[in-house]
């Protein structure tokens, strides 16, 4: 978050890493919440402690790692322009629950799998139905935290190795309707250190300088025709309907 200038109320960043981790800046707030967020302590600067709301997702880059391993793709970098190959999914959906579906579905039981494939399925719908899979889960997160915060969320920050994917980060702009910044380098741990240490060491005087140092690779806007939002709403409310068909699953 510090790395990434998350320095306001209300930033919000999303790590897109073998797992996702959406985190929001919430000042002096420790926020919790009973549906699965949790508070963090962001940074302590000065004297003065700063909280986030984070809510996570463990399987995201750990599908991509799949992909490879089925050897249905032979390089992470594919999957972007695989799945810009087809107009749709064709009614094929993807749950992904290698690691059981955290919040707020909470459900440890839940298994992963396909739904509404057909004779006529391709490697590409696979692709993309697990691509849309992670926007999906990032979605339920975001509405979350704007349930539980009030914000009105205008930009997400992301990074992370998934965080290249021109289509997750495409559609993620689309069916959220915000702008979504992807920075030059996607590893943001180390720049944040960097930070911190410039500005305990008086290299920097205030976060407002470190702005300048924030240079995005891409920037994704939300598509301007309302129907293609509107598209992806129902097919993320279809995705709801196939998540039902497998929690619990493994329940004996």
């Known amino acids: 978050m510090f790395g990434s200038c998350c320095f306001n109320e209300g930033d ?23 549906a699965g967020l949790y508070p963090l302590i962001g940074w302590r600067l000065n004297n003065e402690i700063v909280y986030l709301v984070e809510g996570a ?7 991509i790692q799949w992909l490879l391993k089925a050897g249905i793709v032979q390089n ?17 959906y993807f749950i992904p629950a290698f690691s059981g579906l955290g919040p707020p579905i ?41 349930s539980e915060t009030g914000y009105k969320i205008k930009r997400i920050c992301v990074d992370g190795g998934v965080a290249n994917n021109d289509f997750v980060c495409q ?23 960097a930070f911190m240490a410039g500005l305990k060491s008086g290299i920097w005087n ?20 309302e129907n293609v939002h509107k598209t992806y709403i129902k097919e993320f409310n279809m995705w709801l309907r196939a998540v039902e068909r497998f929690k619990s699953w493994y329940v004996r």
């Open 106 to 146: 909470s459900d440890d039981n839940a298994a992963t799998g396909f739904i509404g494939l057909k004779a006529t399925s391709t490697k590409q719908h696979m692709i993309r139905a697990i691509l849309e899979s992670i926007v999906f889960r990032i979605t339920l997160l975001f509405n979350m935290v704007i």
């Open 57 to 63: 997702c463990n399987d995201t880059g750990s599908l």
């Open 206 to 225: 205030s976060t407002n300088e470190l702005q300048q140092f924030r240079k995005l690779n891409k920037t994704f806007q939300p598509a301007s025709d």
């Open 12 to 34: 919000m960043k999303v790590t897109l890493g073998t797992g996702t981790f959406l985190d929001v800046n919430m000042k002096n707030n420790a926020h919790g919440s009973a």
């Open 171 to 193: 559609l993620l702009a689309n069916i959220l309707g915000v702008q979504v910044e992807r920075p030059s380098s996607t590893e943001m741990t180390t720049l944040g250190v």
């Open 76 to 92: 992470p970098d594919e999957t972007s322009s695989l799945a810009y190959e087809l107009e749709h999914n064709d009614g094929v």
